[in-house]
Nanobody, 126 residues
Framework: VQLQACGGGMVQTGGSLRLSCLAS????????VGWFRQAPGKEREFVAA?????????DYADSVKGRFTISRDNAKDTVYLQMNSLKPTDTAVYYC???????????????????WGQGTQVTVSS
């Protein structure tokens, strides 16, 4: 499974971006997907996760709740991360990750995911 993350860029504080995670498999609907980010000098941290499409449950880091929304489009084998009200503290490289997993609990630990995209840079200026 190959994942391609895209949609990053540079925005001002308060702006919005939508990241996309495109999968190489047509059964992406059966995969749990997470978004993680890593800022310079910091550890990779959980951002958001969604379970496989039958349950579609979501979870978010406290720092992004109410601002970010994870969703999936099964017809396009894509998971999105809509980011609104961006802050300079959101600046990081964002990664999507996936795991073939049928369940109802979104996964927050990066160690649980088997497949990773290459990352896309998000920079928020003040």
């Amino acid at each position: 499974v190959q994942l391609q993350a895209c949609g990053g860029g540079m925005v001002q504080t308060g702006g919005s971006l939508r990241l996309s995670c495109l999968a190489s498999v047509r059964t992406f609907r059966n995969y749990a997907v997470g978004w993680f980010r890593q800022a310079p000098g910091k550890e990779r941290e959980f951002v958001a996760a969604i379970t496989w499409s039958i349950t579609g449950n979501t979870d978010y880091a406290d720092s992004v709740k109410g601002r970010f929304t994870i969703s999936r489009d099964n017809a396009k084998d894509t998971v999105y991360l809509q980011m609104n009200s961006l802050k300079p503290t959101d600046t990081a490289v964002y990664y999507c990750a996936a795991k073939l997993l049928f369940g109802a609990v979104p996964r927050q630990s990066y160690a649980e995911y088997d497949y990773w995209g290459q990352g896309t840079q998000v920079t928020v200026s003040s």
